[in-house]
Structure formats: structure tokens, C-alpha cells
């Protein structure tokens, strides 16, 4: 039985930086929320399941997400950058210790842990990628397929 509600996160162009790459990466970042927010059914064998089933390629789009976004930052000389890669490294971080809280039983549901990413991946993409996705424009155009040029003196 899944959760009827089958958005917690519904996307919109609040979301959006402009550049289809990133746009497209934080959709799927948005779908995997809400696919585990779907299967937070109050059956814990069947959260349970479903968090072994999924958390794996979880864990591997965030570090792809995470590396595409640093290699931009770095490429582009964004002077966020290393505060950036830090905010990255400590939710990866939290979110490998909540995984463990959650395979061992420590008082962490499949709704906890899906509140968790989605509060951590609003308040990031609205705060923390603003800030490069508003130096990127200053710096770059953004063709309509999405493609970057950058031009190194902004």
C-alpha cells in the first residue's frame, strides 16, 4: 500500500536555475524524495524493503548530482566554491548516518528520513545554489537547449 499523496515536493519554476542540466538533475533529486515518500506506508517491512531497494541509487545520484554542480562551480572560478563542496560532503555525510540509524533500527522511520532530504534539498537548491546559479548568469549564456558558454572575464 503506498501513500496516496504521491508528492511531497511538487516542482516548480521556483526550482529552477535555467540551465537544463542542473534543472534536470534537481527534477530527479525531486523524484527520488518523493518515490520514498510514496512507500512510507506504516508498514515497516515494507518501508524497510523498499528503503534497501532504492537507498543504494540514492546515495550514487547525490555523489553524480554533487560532482556535476562542484565540477560547474570549479570550472566557472565561483568563489563559493569550497563552502559549496563543504555543504555537499556534511549532508552526504548526515545522510550515510541516518542510513546506518535506519538499518540498525535507531529511531529512524522511512518518513523521518524522506522529511530529512526533502528539507535539505529545499533550503539548498533555494539558498545555498542560488548563489552560483546567479553568478553563472552574470558570467555565462544560457542557449535555449541549455548548453553553458562561459566566459572567463565576467
Given amino acids: 500500500m503506498k501513500n496516496d499523496n504521491n508528492e511531497l515536493i511538487t516542482w516548480t519554476n521556483k526550482l529552477e536555475c535555467g ?22 506506508t506504516g508498514n515497516e517491512a515494507q518501508e524497510h524493503d523498499y528503503f534497501n531497494k532504492v ?17 560547474i562551480m570549479f570550472v566557472t572560478q565561483f568563489e563559493g566554491y569550497a563552502e559549496h563542496k563543504k555543504e555537499h560532503e556534511s549532508f552526504l555525510l ?5 542510513i546506518h540509524d535506519y538499518e540498525v533500527g535507531n529511531r529512524l522511520t522511512l518518513s ?13 537548491i533555494v539558498l545555498i545554489d542560488k548563489q552560483y ?7 555565462a549564456t544560457i542557449k535555449p537547449n541549455g548548453k ?6 565576467p
Fill in 19 to 40: 540551465m537544463t542540466l542542473i534543472d534536470e538533475q534537481h527534477k530527479r533529486f525531486v523524484d527520488l524524495v518523493n518515490g520514498l515518500f510514496c512507500h512510507v
Fill in 148 to 153: 553553458l558558454t562561459v566566459s572567463m572575464n
Fill in 112 to 124: 523521518a528520513f524522506t522529511i530529512f532530504i526533502k528539507d535539505w534539498l529545499l533550503s539548498h
Fill in 133 to 139: 546559479f546567479e553568478y553563472l548568469r552574470k558570467i
Fill in 94 to 98: 548526515a545522510v550515510i548516518d541516518k
Fill in 55 to 71: 537507498i543504494k541509487e540514492t546515495v550514487r545520484y547525490i555523489k553524480i548530482h554533487f560532482a556535476t554542480e562542484e565540477k
